[in-house]
């Protein structure tokens, strides 16, 4: 888009950025994984009717991934830098006058970065009433892919997992390597429902958590169904919203 098509857009037009990862996936898949998937998820949803509602920006591939750093490479901002990476991006988009700020994550390690950036900007425009500042990851919205297919035994997302290893196998299956040959490597529950602050080797030798053998492109297809589908159910929500409740 040109700089005058963006200026003429309504400012309650919601701004999506989406933000991923480049970090290791296990011995099986490739580094770029997360930020593939959310690609396609992204993909999905601006193929609904939501195409021309939403300001979608590039997805930002970059991301706090420092407890994936002794597998070579993966390349991460460190957790401030990443905040202030993502606050700048939101305040951009603030000033060019737009009220509705949507992150849309694809990587677990971005989940707090990403919550705290939107929490600090809220504090800095305290003065602001007509903001709507949101983040939220695509695979925590309330779809369950293992209730769409039976066949599906993971029942929470893992990291180059049986979930993850299916949607690679349904858009690039080329870069899965021997995946059924891939070790399971159990959730653990760690100090649940305490937090214990972790490095990936603390969970995992060869990189990935959960269960990729069970993996297939028919699975994968359905994971993108559902998790795209409740993306687009968000955003709507994000459209929807009345430019002053708390509750929407």
Same mark, same amino acid.
Do not use: C, Q, W
């Given at each position: 888009m040109t700089w005058p098509?963006? !200026?003429a857009l309504s400012?309650?037009?919601?701004?999506v950025i989406p933000i991923a990862a480049l970090e290791q996936h296990g011995r %099986?898949?490739?580094v770029f994984t997360d930020s593939m998937l959310l690609g396609e998820?992204? +993909?999905?949803v601006k193929e609904t009717a939501l195409a021309e509602r939403v300001l979608y920006t590039p997805l930002m591939w970059?991301?706090? *991934? %420092?407890? %994936? $750093?002794?597998?070579? &490479?993966?390349?991460?901002? *460190?957790? +401030?830098?990443?905040?202030?990476? $993502?606050i700048d991006l939101a305040e951009n988009m603030i000033f060019h006058g737009f009220r509705r700020? !949507?992150?849309?994550? &694809? %990587?677990? &390690?971005?989940?707090?970065?990403g919550q705290q950036a939107l929490f600090e900007l809220r504090q800095k425009l305290r003065a602001r009433h007509d903001l709507l500042l949101v983040s939220t990851t695509y695979w925590t919205l309330g779809g369950k892919p293992h209730e769409a297919d039976p066949a599906i035994k993971q029942t929470q997302m893992g990291h180059a997992c049986e979930w993850e290893t299916s949607m690679m196998l349904r858009i690039a299956p080329h870069l899965v390597i021997d995946h059924t040959k891939a070790p399971a490597v159990p959730f653990g529950t760690g100090f649940d429902p305490a937090h214990r602050a972790w490095i990936t080797k603390d969970r995992?030798?060869? &990189?990935?958590?959960?269960?990729? +053998?069970?993996?297939?492109?028919e699975k994968g297809e359905t994971i993108f169904r559902?998790? *795209?589908?409740d993306v687009v159910k968000f955003l709507e929500r994000v459209i929807a919203w009345d430019g002053k409740t708390w509750d929407a």
């Open positions: 098509r963006v !200026a400012k309650d037009t919601p701004v %099986h898949m490739p998820v992204m +993909r999905r970059l991301g706090n *991934s %420092h407890h %994936h $750093l002794d597998f070579p &490479g993966t390349l991460s901002a *460190s957790p +401030r830098v990443y905040m202030d990476l $993502l700020i !949507a992150f849309i994550n &694809g %990587h677990g &390690g971005n989940i707090v970065p995992t030798e060869p &990189g990935h958590i959960g269960d990729p +053998r069970h993996a297939t492109a559902v998790f *795209s589908a």
